[in-house]
């Protein structure tokens, strides 16, 4: 990122790039709907940074939180790793790095609020991409959907879909390391080879399946006893009735219906829930932020001893951040979405 400089003897300007929403998205996103302009910085203040953006993430809250969070013409949402590049604030010295909540631009001048300096022992040969995947929300939102909500218990038998994306891959291994049984469904061979090499029980490709209800049956004759739900829409109403007596599944995210205009309506499964006695409950990881600190400590130690693979699917160049998300949407990724500036 060039900056531009000028006037100022002093001190060099900085300009930021940002993406804008120029209209809330109807149906699937289109390049229309985003804006790249420039935004002049100003001075960091007393206890204020300036951050220089060096990975962000595109993330498919993006997509139902945009309507409920932001107006048109705002910053897009999102999360970022950024370097400290000036700062009037003592606890955030000039070269570290910080995660926060910045939106798509590549600067920003902000006070610290919300941004969390990146792990004090961060590994030197570890990506710091991964404070924004598998050792950052992605992974935190796995291990909370698994411990928190389902209560996973080794011997279970768990389904989950989305499988071989940013969530739905640290799911399958911290289930494998908990003893667990696993089946994952994804949406291409290729993803269903990364399953395997995660080592996943069993993988189901349901573009191509046939019959869903058949391969969901043959993967799993005992039945699940656990549901990690990312897709909704179709793939749950057949997976419902395929879950043991006091069954419970975690609905993480239901990333099938975000582009709909229209909702989708059932087949609804309340009879299902009752006769088979089913927990379902819905979470934010937000919820379990207290115990972030002590979890991203857990993560990472699974992935020095290489029990963790953290898979990325990089996209060079600020310039190329909607297109990302759109790909990532459409299942261009394998593994945790990370645009590198
Ligand atoms: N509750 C919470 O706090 C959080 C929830 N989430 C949710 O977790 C889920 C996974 O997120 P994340 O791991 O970041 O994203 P992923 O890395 O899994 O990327 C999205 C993937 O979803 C799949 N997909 C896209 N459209 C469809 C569709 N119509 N039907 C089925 N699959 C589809 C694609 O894989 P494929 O090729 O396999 O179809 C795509 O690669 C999302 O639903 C997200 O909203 C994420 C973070 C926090
Ligand atoms: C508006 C209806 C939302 C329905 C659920 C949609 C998506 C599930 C999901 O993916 C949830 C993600 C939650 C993320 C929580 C915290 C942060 O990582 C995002 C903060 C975004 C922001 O405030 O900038």
Redesign the pocket.
């Known amino acids: 990122m060039e900056n531009v400089s000028c006037c100022s003897k002093k001190r060099k300007m900085v300009q930021a790039k940002t993406w804008t929403l120029t209209k809330h998205f109807d149906g699937f996103p289109k390049k229309s709907d985003f804006e790249l302009k420039l935004e002049q910085l100003p001075e960091p203040k007393d206890g204020e940074v300036m951050l220089e953006a060096v990975f962000l993430s595109v993330?498919?809250?993006m997509r139902?939180f945009s309507r409920v969070r932001m107006n048109e013409g705002e910053v897009m949402i999102g999360a970022q790793v950024a370097k400290v590049i000036e700062s009037k604030n003592a606890a955030f010295a000039v070269g570290s790095h910080v995660m926060g909540y910045c939106g798509w631009r590549t600067h920003t001048v902000c006070d610290a609020t919300g941004l969390t300096p990146v792990m004090a022992d961060w590994p030197e040969d570890v990506s710091l991409s991964l404070a924004l995947g598998a050792i950052g929300?992605?992974g935190l939102?796995a291990l909370?959907?698994l411990e928190e909500v389902l209560g996973l218990q080794a011997g279970e038998t768990l389904l989950v879909?989305?499988?071989?994306?940013?969530?739905?891959?640290v799911v399958g291994q911290i289930a494998k390391i908990k003893g667990c049984r696993v089946v994952g469904?994804?949406?291409?061979d290729a993803?269903v080879a990364f399953l395997k090499e995660l080592g996943f029980d069993r993988t189901i490709n349901?573009?191509t399946v046939g019959s869903l209800d058949q391969a969901l049956r043959e993967a799993a004759p005992e039945g699940y006893d656990c549901y990690f739900e990312?897709?909704?829409?179709p793939?749950s109403s057949v997976a419902l009735p395929l879950m043991n007596d006091f069954g419970r599944i975690a609905?993480?995210?239901?990333?099938?219906?975000?582009?709909d205009t229209t909702p989708q309506t059932g087949p609804y499964q309340h009879l299902t829930i009752i006769y088979k006695q089913l927990k379902m409950e819905?979470?934010?990881?937000?919820?379990f932020e207290h115990k972030h600190p002590e979890s991203l400590k857990r993560l990472m130690a699974w992935m020095k001893e290489g029990k963790l693979q953290c898979r990325e699917?990089i996209t060079e160049g600020f310039e190329n951040m909607p297109a990302a998300f759109m790909g990532?949407?459409?299942?261009?990724?394998?593994?945790?979405?990370i645009i590198k500036v």
């Open positions: 993330d498919p809250y139902p929300a992605s939102t909370y959907g879909n989305a499988a071989s994306g940013a969530v739905g891959s469904s994804a949406g291409s993803k349901y573009k990312n897709v909704g829409g793939f609905v993480c995210g239901g990333i099938s219906l975000y582009n819905g979470f934010l990881l937000t919820r699917h990532m949407l459409q299942g261009e990724n394998t593994g945790k979405a």
